[in-house]
């Protein structure tokens, strides 16, 4: 039996791993880059970067991917291959399960027939674990690139949708993060010194830039790489997100674009309460249902359960952290940190 359980979430920009030690309790969180879309090669070096910093002789593995979507693959069912296939190159000694949704925790000889179950299905595993802690909830994960919004009734995940492009209809999933979403896409158009502007359909700035000017965004979430390869400071992001409009940012304007990045945050939240109240409204969630927030942009869920007259959880305080500290922890991992948990349980006790 081994002695704990490493959750991996394989993100077409990030790797993301947990280990748990107990049913809910988490002993360490990774999370490095995976610019997986450059190709394969990514994957080798981001599990280099893991590996010095777990011990896995004891461990077994459970892996959830998004990384499949990445457009180096052709199909997401040749996504999902390579990726296992590397992961077992790299594990040859160590048990691995992959998690399937609704048909759980499966071996690599039982893939064949399930990619459909396995791609992208990093959400389901929250929900699952989320479900263990909480009875009633509206889940709404915020990453860098993508955000979730998740229903719990009586201990249990009710979705309308299933595959990214049912969820995406369903608008349990919303195509929109805190990091990696291009400016242009979180806004029709931004009050700019006075005048309402719309932005340029170019990969200027995002919404990494954005946070940056609010001072929101964590630094431990802030890996990625900027639009113009230039700095990560607020300056610069202010140049940045001035390009957008059409603009050149003078020092001496730096108030007035972070009032267009407070603009840009508003429509943002817009976009993700709309999506809240659908489910809320298709669920019957309870006013005492509260708001669980997870990512790394749950700053903006405290403000969406505020807006919604709801009780904030965060989730990280469903998990029981091992030596904590301050900055990344499972409640920014939650699909890592859940099918480590959950295959503790299943596995390890």
């Given amino acids: 039996m081994p002695e704990s359980m490493t959750g991996w979430d394989v993100g077409?920009?990030?790797?993301?791993?947990?280990?748990?030690?107990?049913?809910?309790?988490?002993?360490?969180?990774?999370q490095v880059p995976c610019e997986l879309w450059k190709g394969l090669d990514q994957l080798h070096t981001?599990?280099?970067?893991?590996?010095?910093?777990?011990?896995?002789?004891?461990?077994?593995?459970?892996v959830t991917m998004t990384g499949e979507l990445v457009d180096h693959f052709g199909s997401r069912k040749e996504g999902i291959d390579?990726?296992?296939e590397t992961i077992g190159q790299r594990f040859k000694e160590n048990e691995i399960?992959?998690?399937?949704g609704p048909k759980g925790f499966v071996h690599m000889s039982e893939l064949g027939s399930l990619s459909a179950q396995v791609a992208s299905a990093n959400w389901l595993a929250s929900g699952?674990?989320?479900?263990?802690?909480?009875?009633?909830?509206?889940?709404?994960?915020?990453?860098?690139?993508?955000?979730?919004?998740?229903?719990?009734?009586?201990?249990?995940?009710?979705?309308?949708?299933?595959?990214?492009?049912?969820?995406?209809h369903a608008r349990e999933l919303v195509y929109c993060g805190v990091v990696r979403t291009p400016v242009f896409a979180l806004c029709s158009t931004a009050q700019v010194g006075g005048r309402l502007v719309p932005p340029m359909n170019e990969y200027f700035?995002?919404?990494a830039d954005v946070y940056r000017l609010t001072?929101?965004?964590?630094?431990y979430a802030d890996t990625g790489s900027t639009p113009d390869g230039r700095g990560k400071d607020q300056a610069s992001s202010a140049i940045r997100l001035a390009r957008m409009f059409g603009n050149d940012a003078a020092t001496e304007q730096l108030e007035m674009w972070r009032a267009v990045a407070a603009y840009v945050r508003e429509q943002q939240i817009q976009v993700i309460l709309d999506a809240c109240r659908k489910q809320m409204l298709?669920?019957?969630?309870?006013?005492?249902?509260?708001?669980?927030?997870?990512?790394?942009?749950?700053?903006?869920v405290r403000e969406i359960s505020r807006r919604l007259n709801r009780r904030y959880v965060d989730v990280a305080d469903l998990f029981e952290h091992e030596g904590a500290k301050d900055g990344l922890n499972a409640g920014d991992c939650v699909p890592a940190a859940s099918i480590a948990c959950l295959g503790y349980q299943r596995y390890c006790l």
């Fill in 128 to 168: 699952n674990f989320i479900a263990t802690r909480l009875k009633d909830a509206l889940v709404i994960d915020i990453g860098s690139t993508t955000t979730d919004v998740l229903s719990i009734r009586d201990h249990r995940v009710v979705n309308e949708g299933y595959t990214d492009s049912e969820r995406l």
């Fill in 46 to 62: 981001s599990i280099d970067q893991v590996w010095g910093q777990f011990d896995f002789s004891h461990s077994m593995l459970a």
């Fill in 12 to 30: 077409g920009a990030h790797l993301k791993v947990v280990e748990a030690i107990g049913a809910a309790r988490v002993s360490r969180v990774v």
């Fill in 282 to 300: 298709r669920t019957g969630l309870g006013l005492d249902s509260p708001v669980a927030g997870a990512g790394a942009g749950r700053f903006l």
């Fill in 205 to 207: 700035a995002n919404s």
């Fill in 82 to 84: 390579r990726i296992v």
């Fill in 97 to 100: 399960v992959y998690f399937a």
């Fill in 215 to 219: 001072g929101e965004l964590p630094s």
